[in-house]
């Protein structure tokens, strides 16, 4: 038994210097940028729907294959990026809009565009149509028609918000893994260790 | 290399889940009491291995240590590379879940045709012979991998030799870079802890 023992001993060290090994390795290499994964999101501006496309990495997808599908799953349109991952399209139809992009060798990625992101393009027939009489009697007085109004108002707004709008698509999308779900991981894998030892430890009573 | 969901057809998907149910079988069977710990440990670096990205050309590829797991873990390389791919795909959001058995396929099935083929070199006498041996391994299990990735492509109608040429055009530095870890490993193994290569030989 004693002998048994210090076999075990010897095993859990030697792995001890393998684990170390690997942590050598893990920070010999500066920048454990993270990788293998495909990010795509999308946000619109005026008529139009941008979309960029990254790896994981922060490197760019280039000539990715972008296609764009209905609600019913339809294909209404598909691209390529450009070599800073940006692809944009004119808005084919105002519904939830699914954007998957396919960088090869197996990596897919896919954004959802809902509608009502859609909505700063709408036409006015869907926006106002309760106090249309009231705007344009105000409006004909200063003399500017209602539409030139609304089109100026949307024009600033959307400069305003799209790098927000950006920036909000962009958080949506990345969820990179983190220190805690590293430790985490590792934490699972050694807590399954426990439990297969412990069924092995009693079959061998 | 792994391929997220949504890309393979179910065929392809149902092949590889049964592969990898056998590969993972066998492995557990053959794994004892003394292994289990080992196989842990290399389950955790395979998982965090992933997250080393080696930047180069136009796509992104990270180390994967396959080989290595191949040489000191033999066929319970399997079950290791199956948790850790779960994990990655539950965590990270790498692969996805109903990929799972493609992915532990193309990556344990090169590890241990590698440990099959290089184990014997790489515990060899001649230190340029297992250094050789250990290179070769390390090296041909990430090239094994991308040959196997192609493949399982080529099912969803992307031609084979570009689809192949690509993965292993991006490749050919972390093959480099996992054929220079295996060697450094190996040697490192055998001074500090030689039973553990040489456990997996004797089963």
Known sequence: M????STHKNVYSGNMGVAMLVLLIITFFPAPALAHRVYVYAWVEGNKV?????????????KGLIQVFGPEGNKLLEGRTNEKGEFSFDIPQRTDLRIVLNAAMGHKGEYLLKADELGGAFSPKTVAKGPKQA???????????????????????DSRLQPIARSIAKMRE???????????????????????LYFKSRKRD | MHISEGVLSAQVLIAGGAIAAAGTAIGIKKMDYDKV??????????????????????SSVHLILNGLMGLVLGWTAFPAILIA????????QFGGLTTLGVNTVTMAVPAIVCYLLFHRLALSKKQWLSITGSFACGAGAVFMGAVLVATALVTTGEAFAPAAKLILLAHLPVMAIEGI?????????????PEILEATYAR
């Open chain 1, 2 to 5: 004693r002998g048994k023992e």
């Open chain 1, 50 to 62: 941008y979309t960029e496309s990254y790896f994981s990495s922060g490197d760019r997808v280039q």
């Open chain 1, 135 to 157: 705007t344009k009697a105000a409006a004909s007085q200063v003399g500017v028609s209602e539409e030139k109004i609304r089109a100026i108002v949307e024009q600033a707004l």
């Open chain 1, 174 to 196: 990345e969820k990179g893994p983190g220190f805690t779900e590293v430790v985490g991981g590792i934490g699972y894998i050694i807590g399954l260790m426990g439990i297969v």
């Open chain 2, 37 to 58: 710990p080992e196989v842990a440990v290399f389950a955790s670096a395979f998982f965090v291995a992933s997250l080393i990205h080696v930047p180069i050309g136009p």
């Open chain 2, 85 to 92: 791919l779960l994990l990655q795909a539950v965590l990270f």
């Open chain 2, 181 to 193: 870890i295996t060697v450094l490993c190996v040697k490192f193994l055998r001074r500090v802890k």
